[in-house]
Every structure is written in structure tokens, then in C-alpha cells.
């Protein structure tokens, strides 16, 4: 598989060295040195590109992928907001965009296990949820793709909730972008996102349930960046001949 990374910082790096190792070919590498460089025409010696840059870049890095018919794998956060706008010009162009707020396997399998435990706590009600996210301090937008996706999935299982909002980012990071929150109907609530940033922290979540008796808590935590760099390139590897916006959850159905 010819690979186009857009990203080299840690992440761009490691899937850079796992797709060497199995064989795969890096044919261009595009950061914040040659972007303004790089049009549609370099990419067609790629069969995809796997994006991880920064939130500002992600549109229109994904624009560039589609102008040049390359089917784009993102794993940048803090863009979402505009994914309707974008998925419009992915079926417009007859593209191909794969995203995922986190690309970890054991990270899609808690959401799947914390969405089966709302819905569960939902039928006896007197719980309230909540979700923390912790990361690394480099990670510069508040809250994390997999904190939102996370209170998105609980909140489509519990009748009180169907929102989200940061309720509190505990970070020595000044320039932390703040996410939008989703508006919450009438009547509804938004489940509370606390993010906190640290040194050296891949990424932890925590899905809490609690009620005047009991809690119920439910944790992932990555130990390092390989989770997720695997992930990347097996959705890259899935992705090419394919046409459309896909996610975690179209390739895991691959593996009923």
C-alpha cells in the first residue's frame, strides 16, 4: 500500500514506522513545511492518505484528497462540527473520507460496552452521567474527539440526556481550543465533559454512572500511541477501492 502521511509529529511518526515494518510504502510526507507546496497532482502516486495534523488543517487537507480522487483517512479531532458540510462534498466528488474520534479497537469496544450499560441503567432511572477525558498536554482542543463521541453514544441510551458539554478543563495550557457544545433539547440535559491535560498522557476515559447508592464506573486507558497507529492503517487498508464517509463502526461490522 502506497501511504501519503499529512502529520510527522508523534503520531505521524509511529504510523510511519509501523507501516514500514509491514511492508507498506511512505511516498510523501506533508507537514507544516511543504503544505503550501503540495497540490492534488503530488498525490496520485498514493492509494490513500492517513491525516493526523491539527484541527484547523483536517478540511482542508481533506478538500485536497478529494480534488485529487485519494480516498483520506483522518484522525484529526476538533473539526467535526463541520462533517455534514464535508460528507455533502465527499459523496458530491464520489470520495472516500474514513474518521474516527479514536481509532483504538479496545476504545470502539468501550463505547459499545458503555452505551449497553446506559441503556440498561436507563430502564430504573436515578442515575446521572458523566464523562472525563484525560490527555497529553500537546493536545491542544478541549474536550477529545473520543470524550465527545463517547457522551454522544450514552446520551442516545439515556431518555434524560441528548447532548453534550465541557463542564471543566483542568489544563496549564492557555491555548486550548474549546469544542462547541451540542444544543440540548427542551427539557434534556447535556452530559458533563471534564478535560484534563497532563505530561505524557496517551489518553484515558472514564464513563460514570452514579446514583444516590452506587456508581458505576467504566475506564479505557492507552498505554502508548501503537493502539491507535494500528487502527489507522487498517482503516487505510479497508478504505481503498471504497466510496463514502465510513467510521469504526462499518469496519468492526466487517468482523461479525
Given at each position: 500500500m502506497k501511504?501519503?502521511?499529512f502529520g510527522h509529529g508523534k503520531m505521524g511518526r509511529f504510523i510511519e514506522g509501523l507501516a514500514k515494518t509491514a511492508g507498506d510504502d511512505i511516498v510523501l510526507i506533508?507537514?507544516?513545511?511543504?503544505r503550501t507546496s503540495v497540490k492534488a497532482t503530488d498525490l496520485a502516486v498514493a492509494d490513500v492518505i492517513i491525516e493526523f495534523t491539527?484541527?484547523?488543517?483536517a478540511i482542508p487537507?481533506?478538500?485536497?484528497?478529494?480534488?485529487?480522487?485519494?480516498p483520506i483517512v483522518v484522525g484529526?479531532?476538533?473539526?467535526?462540527a463541520k462533517l455534514p458540510e464535508i460528507s455533502d462534498k465527499v459523496d458530491a466528488s464520489d470520495g472516500a473520507l474514513f474518521w474516527a474520534s479514536n481509532f483504538s479497537i479496545g476504545v470502539n469496544v468501550f463505547f459499545e460496552v458503555a452505551a449497553r450499560a446506559a441503556a440498561l441503567a436507563n430502564q430504573y432511572g436515578g442515575y446521572e452521567a458523566s464523562v472525563e477525558e484525560i490527555h497529553h498536554v500537546q493536545k491542544l482542543d478541549a474536550p477529545s474527539g473520543t470524550g465527545i463521541t463517547l457522551a454522544e453514544e450514552v446520551a442516545a441510551q439515556l431518555d434524560a440526556y441528548d447532548s453534550w458539554a465541557l463542564s471543566e478543563v483542568r489544563s496549564d495550557v492557555p491555548q486550548t481550543k474549546i469544542a462547541p457544545a451540542s444544543a440540548p433539547k427542551a427539557g434534556k440535559l447535556p452530559v458533563p465533559i471534564t478535560s484534563v491535560r497532563e505530561p505524557e498522557v496517551p489518553g484515558t476515559h472514564?464513563?460514570?454512572?452514579?446514583?444516590?447508592?452506587?456508581?458505576?464506573?467504566?475506564?479505557?486507558?492507552?498505554?502508548?500511541r501503537e493502539g491507535f497507529a494500528k487502527g489507522a492503517l487498517?482503516?487505510?487498508?479497508?478504505?481503498?477501492?471504497?466510496?463514502?464517509v465510513f467510521t469504526m463502526k462499518d469496519l468492526l461490522k466487517t468482523k461479525d
Open positions: 501511504i501519503a502521511l506533508v507537514d507544516e513545511n511543504n491539527r484541527p484547523e488543517s487537507n481533506i478538500e485536497l484528497a478529494l480534488e485529487a480522487g485519494v484529526t479531532t476538533g473539526w467535526l472514564i464513563f460514570e454512572l452514579a446514583s444516590q447508592v452506587d456508581t458505576l464506573s467504566l475506564k479505557h486507558t492507552a498505554h502508548s487498517t482503516a487505510a487498508r479497508w478504505l481503498v477501492g471504497k466510496r463514502g
